[in-house]
């Protein structure tokens, strides 16, 4: 996975529920979020991450997670998946989850606006306390992101993400969802090219799980990111290339690699990063070598940055990994996949 988030931020979107009564405890449970030092050594993937947002509007009935002055009916998020398949172009599937979430809530707004070449969308949430509402703001932002990959069938490439959470974990970095560099600013917003609200929508039709069909391709672009794409294959002991070598490869020039890496996902550095924690677990499970060599060959040059890297990546040490081996790993996925399917199809109204 390209990125997870700490444990602090789990901890915020929950807010609401457990104010409500839910124990912290059973949203973690029930997402298959594994705590074990209770702070931000404790990282949590998107799929997980995702399951906790559902997990929590259910809990709570209300798609505002709890964090909103007014609820919203979870079932809105399917009526919004399916309501953009039936829009011909990005900008009237836009308008249409904006009209939709206008008449479902008077805490949630939405709004599309144009700026010279850019086409802005922004969130603005009413709730008691603005800590709240960056959260609730930076979880429909990511939604609204969502909705427009599910009516493209393919990610939006968005230029830049703006919050007003000055603590935002991504600040400085690419969004854990978006794949866009975040900056601070007084609205939270995604920014993209006007151009690309012309597109028309993908040659398909909303499935009997809308919600699964999105969360499918979602975690697609988080998990896989421009992988698939290079033109190179990674294995254990092959250190993933540098951006020259990329360019050298593609034949083109190393500006133009970083131009065509940059918009989406992060670019060449989350890829990199992909790359490196699946040679890192493969040299784990199929050798003795130590951490301290595992992580030299991999261009770490000390045990310590080696493991807080596995950390964040996988959600767990060398060492849990060793123990677990990599179809652990795969099976909680699997699980999580399959409770999200699960999750998607019973929520409606």
């Known amino acids: 996975m390209l990125q997870s988030m700490p444990l602090d931020w789990v901890t915020r979107h929950s807010a609401g529920a457990v104010r409500q009564g839910v124990t912290f405890e059973s949203l973690m449970a029930s997402s298959l979020i594994d705590i074990r030092h209770g702070d931000n050594r404790d990282m949590v993937s998107p799929a997980q991450w995702l399951l906790l947002t559902m997990n929590t509007a259910v809990s709570?009935?209300?798609?505002?997670?709890?964090?909103?002055?007014?609820?919203?009916?979870?079932?809105?998020?399917?009526?919004?998946?399916?309501?953009?398949?039936g829009c011909a172009?990005?900008?009237?599937?836009?308008?249409?989850?904006?009209?939709?979430?206008?008449?479902?809530?008077?805490?949630?707004r939405l709004d599309?606006?144009?700026?010279?070449d850019h086409a802005i969308v922004s969130v603005e949430a009413d709730c008691?306390?603005?800590?709240?509402?960056?959260?609730?703001?930076?979880?429909?932002?990511?939604w609204m992101f969502m909705h427009c990959m599910y009516f493209l069938g393919r990610s939006l490439p968005v230029i830049e993400v703006t919050t007003r959470d000055r603590t935002h974990f991504n600040m400085g970095r690419s969004h854990y969802g978006i794949g866009a560099p975040v900056r601070h600013g007084r609205v939270t917003s995604m920014?993209?090219?006007?151009?690309?609200?012309?597109?028309?929508g993908g040659a398909r039709h909303a499935g009997d799980n809308a919600h699964w069909e999105c969360f499918r391709l979602w975690l697609e672009f988080v998990e896989n990111g421009w992988t698939d794409r290079l033109p190179v294959a990674y294995?254990?002991?092959?250190?993933?290339?540098?951006?020259?070598e990329l360019a050298r490869r593609s034949k083109v020039s190393p500006s133009t690699m970083r131009r065509r890496l940059q918009p989406i996902e992060g670019g060449f550095r989350l890829s990199r990063q992909r790359a490196l924690t699946e040679a890192a677990i493969a040299l784990l499970c199929d050798s003795d070598a130590s951490v301290e060599s595992i992580g030299a060959e991999l261009g770490y040059s000390d045990a310590r940055s080696f493991r807080r890297f596995l950390k964040a990546a996988t959600g767990k040490t060398p060492q849990e990994l060793r123990l677990s081996g990599p179809d652990a790993v795969a099976h909680n996925d699997h699980l999580v996949r399959q409770r999200l399917r699960e999750i998607g199809g019973a929520i409606a109204l």
């Not at 008691?128 to 990511?142: K, M, N």
């Open 60 to 85: 709570v009935e209300d798609a505002a997670h709890g964090l909103a002055r007014d609820g919203i009916t979870p079932g809105f998020t399917a009526i919004g998946l399916r309501a953009v398949m």
């Open 191 to 200: 920014r993209f090219g006007k151009s690309l609200l012309a597109m028309r």
């Open 128 to 142: 008691d306390s603005q800590d709240d509402a960056a959260v609730l703001e930076d979880t429909y932002l990511g």
């Open 89 to 108: 172009t990005l900008e009237a599937a836009i308008h249409a989850v904006q009209r939709l979430y206008g008449m479902a809530s008077r805490s949630i």
């Open 112 to 116: 599309l606006a144009t700026n010279h």
């Open 235 to 244: 294995g254990p002991g092959l250190a993933p290339p540098r951006l020259g």
